[in-house]
Structures are given as structure tokens and as C-alpha cells.
């Protein structure tokens, strides 16, 4: 959290919403009648989810690029959605492996 420690009390409560996939943009809003739009209130793209308020929002990219020149750069399409939302990839677990990754077979028991 080297680049995150200027942030602000209520900036740090907003990191923990996105980080637990948590967060609400306008087309969130929009779906349930709160706003009458989904455009971006900071650059006018015609589509504000909270994906792009985090990482495509040009009005944000200075912010992303101090704060991670490296994963400001990155192209969004290539991450999988839970590291797009603060989800560490080991921390994945599949459906046919233990907590540790040890991979079951069907109909085996384990005491």
C-alpha cells in the first residue's frame, strides 16, 4: 500500500469497496432508476460502470499512473475480472482441488 498512503481516510474506504468487489457506478444507479443516464460524470464515455471509473476513466489516468505507472499501462482486457477488482489470482480456488490445491477425484473419500 506503498502508493496509497496520501489517500485520504474516505479515499481508503472506496479502495476496500472496489477491493471487495464491492461499488456502485451509473449504470448501476441507472438500472434501478436512481439516475436517468449511464454517461461518465468526469468524461462524458457513454458508458460509466464502475470498471471504468477504476481503469479506463481518462479523468482518473493521472491518479492511476502515480499511483502504478506500470499497471495504469496495462491492457484491461487482459487481466481476469477478480485481479480487475483487487483479487489476488492465488487466491482462486477451484471447484475440484482442496483450499491447498491438492485435486480430488470423483468418488475418492478423504478422511
Known amino acids: 500500500m506503498q502508493g496509497t498512503k496520501q ?9 476496500r469497496t472496489a477491493h471487495c468487489g464491492g461499488g456502485v457506478a451509473k449504470a448501476e444507479l441507472q438500472a434501478i432508476g436512481a439516475v436517468d443516464d ?3 460524470d468526469y468524461c462524458g ?3 460509466c460502470d464502475f470498471e471504468h471509473i477504476i481503469w479506463t476513466c481518462p479523468y482518473f489516468h493521472d491518479i492511476r499512473a502515480k499511483i502504478n505507472p506500470m499497471l495504469a499501462n496495462v491492457e484491461v482486457a487482459c ?3 477478480a485481479v480487475r477488482r483487487g483479487i489476488a489470482p492465488a487466491m482462486k480456488c477451484p471447484a475440484n ?3 491447498w490445491g491438492q ?5 475418492a473419500r478423504y478422511n
Do not use: I, R
Open 7 to 15: 489517500l485520504t481516510s474516505e479515499d481508503h474506504s472506496f479502495l
Open 38 to 40: 449511464t454517461v461518465c
Open 45 to 47: 464515455h457513454a458508458l
Open 79 to 81: 487481466l481476469p475480472v
Open 97 to 99: 482441488a482442496t483450499f
Open 103 to 107: 485435486t480430488l477425484e470423483w468418488g
